[in-house]
């Protein structure tokens, strides 16, 4: 890590990603900007500019559309998802919506009744993770009381982004509601979501049809965000916080089938007692080895985990 970024390494609180064609992986530091890693994770690199790239990127996601690769920031401080291209130029800031552009009528009625609140109020439009499915940008909002999925998909003829009417959810207790939607992964043609409070995590259609709980999710596993180890077939998720009443220190990190729970990984056991909360954890791959990048959060952190031939982590 940079000497600029380590004066901020405690106050992260966002995610990875990577561009799985070069293997550079793309993080934000809160207060120091945006980052490429190289493959081998060995050289960091600082992109752009703009200085709205130091504001906190809590999750992004690194995408191919329309042929060209470029980035979504979700930057929930400041209620925005920032379009930036491989070389840190922002292209687009989209905003919260005004509601009447979705098909989910509670999310309609949520931020047409916001629409006047001014930024400097509660959050309207805290937005926590992105990805991305078949031209559509999907945004999860967890951090505010409209706990929303919502999509934005370029004009058609134009390069800008604007919300889509696929959108659904909300808070609450209901099937396919949320409780801080909090993580977000596009994975074989469905869309997986983090619900954190519910301890959770759902399957969805790309059109928000509720496919199913993922079962066997350890009771009390405040699911922060989800991701996928390709080579292995394992989702890889972690909890924010260690489970009350269990004997580890540190948040447990999950590797599961989709069906089973397969391996639990304590950080703390592994000499890495600074890691108690984990914020999220990207599966990377050198030479065909799997590591585990992991963003910490409150005392922040960034810890790298390599999985061994003996099939421990």
């Known amino acids: 890590m940079p000497v600029d970024a380590r004066a901020y390494e405690k106050d992260m609180h966002g995610g990875c990603n990577e561009d799985r064609r070069t293997g550079i992986v793309y993080t934000g530091i809160p207060g120091a900007g945006l980052y490429q890693i190289s493959s081998d994770l060995t050289i960091w690199t600082k992109l752009g500019s703009d200085p709205r790239l130091k504001s906190n990127i809590h999750g992004l996601v690194v995408f191919a559309h329309n042929g060209v690769t470029q980035l979504a920031l979700a930057q929930n401080e400041d209620e925005r998802v920032l379009i930036v291209d491989l070389d840190g130029v922002v292209k687009q800031e989209l905003r919260r919506p005004n509601g009447g552009e979705f098909s989910c009528g509670e999310a309609n009625a949520y931020y047409s009744a ?19 499915l078949n031209g559509k940008i999907y945004v999860v909002t967890g951090y505010c009381d409209g706990d929303f999925v919502l999509t934005a998909e370029q004009k058609a003829g134009g390069d800008e982004w604007v919300w889509a009417p696929v959108a659904w959810g909300g808070k609450g207790e209901r099937a396919g509601q949320f409780r801080t939607a909090h993580g977000i992964l596009a994975h074989q043609g469905h869309i997986y979501v983090a619900n954190r409070e519910a301890f959770e995590v759902l399957k969805f259609t790309p059109d928000g049809v509720l496919v199913e709980s993922m079962p066997d999710i350890p009771d009390g596993s405040r699911i922060c965000n989800i991701s996928y180890a390709e080579q292995q077939g394992w989702f890889v998720m972690n909890a924010l916080a260690p489970l ?41 791959y050198i030479d065909g080895h799997l590591y585990l990048l992991v963003h910490g959060w409150r005392d922040g952190k960034f810890a790298v985990l390599k999985h061994e031939p003996d099939h421990t982590l």
């Open 114 to 132: 916001r629409r006047t609140q001014p930024l400097s109020g509660a959050k309207v439009f805290a937005c926590t993770d992105v990805t991305y």
């Open 244 to 284: 009350p009443h269990t004997a580890p220190k540190t948040a447990p990190i999950y590797c599961h089938t989709g069906n089973v729970l397969i391996s639990t990984v304590d950080a703390g056991s592994l000499g890495i007692p600074v890691l108690k909360h984990l914020h999220h954890v990207h599966p990377h």
